[in-house]
């Protein structure tokens, strides 16, 4: 692939903005300077630097991010940051778009792509991945909560119950829940028309991908990583 175009397609700008960064010196192709902008170069396996930082080429990219509260999942938030903010220019240049939403103050797993088949594909009520929540409770556990959400719960403006794919007590305030799919403000509403309420909520993880366990890199709030082709599988993904 040329490079001005190469370096475009990461989200380094327009081609002309590419063409003058390689002209003027700013770039590097696997370790060598390169100002041709025209010069051609198998993407495999290709590393470029721009303004010090060192990129692997990727024709796409997957991102997890912890998401902190007090945050939007949107480009042009209302009350709060964006979410997008939280991660480098270029990866959102070239459009990395998260998979689903969390509310701005919900906390925890989420996921970001520039590729519209994995975006689709998890989120679409088919592959019924499953999203797995934890929720501090307003009001003490009441023994029956499980069982109401696992039966169904039925919300406004929707035609059916939504059943939990599990739920347990974690201790007198708290609870894990389990579903998959992916409705506005889902967990909230189930768990206030099952008698309760949510009074703060995290996404522990999505699939078998998780902040929890070892199959991401510890993630503090605010950090992100990308994902390779063994996190995509735990989430049922293959290119
Ligand atoms: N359910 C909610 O109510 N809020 C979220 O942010 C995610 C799921």
């Given at each position: 692939m040329q490079l001005e175009r190469l370096l475009q397609s990461?989200?380094?700008?327009?081609?002309?903005?590419?063409?003058?960064?390689?002209?003027?010196?700013?770039?590097?192709?696997n370790?060598?300077?390169?100002?041709?902008?025209?010069?051609?170069?198998?993407?495999?396996?290709?590393?470029?630097?721009?303004?010090?930082?060192?990129?692997?080429?990727?024709e796409h990219v997957y991102l997890a991010l912890h998401k902190p509260a007090g945050f939007e999942c949107t480009h042009q938030p209302q009350h709060?940051?964006?979410?997008?903010?939280?991660?480098?220019?270029?990866?959102?240049?070239?459009?990395?778009?998260?998979?689903?939403r969390l509310d701005a103050d919900t906390t925890g797993l989420l996921l970001f792509s520039d590729d519209g088949r994995f975006i689709?594909?998890?989120?679409?009520?088919?592959r019924r991945v499953a999203k797995h929540y934890r929720a501090a409770l307003k009001h003490p556990f009441?023994?029956?909560?499980?069982?109401?959400?696992?039966?169904?719960?039925?919300?406004?403006?929707?035609?059916a119950p939504l059943a939990a794919l599990a739920a347990q007590q974690l201790d007198t305030r708290t609870l894990a829940l389990s579903i998959d799919q992916g409705k506005y403000h889902q967990v909230k509403r189930m768990v206030a028309a099952a008698?309760?309420?949510?009074?703060?909520?995290?996404?522990?993880?999505?699939?078998?991908?998780?902040?929890?366990?070892?199959?991401?890199?510890?993630?503090?709030?605010?950090?992100?990583?990308?994902?390779?082709?063994?996190?995509?599988?735990?989430?049922?993904?293959?290119h």
């Open positions: 990461q989200g380094f700008g327009s081609r002309k903005v590419c063409r003058q960064r390689i002209e003027a010196g700013d770039v590097r192709v370790g060598a300077a390169c100002r041709d902008p025209q010069a051609d170069f198998d993407t495999a396996a290709l590393t470029f630097e721009i303004d010090g930082d060192v990129w692997a080429y990727a709060h940051r964006s979410v997008y903010t939280l991660l480098p220019p270029p990866l959102v240049r070239r459009g990395a778009q998260s998979v689903g689709h594909a998890l989120a679409s009520p088919k009441d023994e029956a909560l499980p069982g109401k959400l696992l039966a169904g719960v039925l919300l406004t403006d929707e035609p008698g309760n309420r949510v009074e703060a909520l995290h996404r522990t993880g999505f699939g078998a991908l998780s902040l929890e366990n070892s199959s991401l890199p510890p993630l503090a709030p605010g950090d992100w990583c990308y994902l390779d082709k063994n996190h995509l599988a735990l989430l049922g993904y293959r």
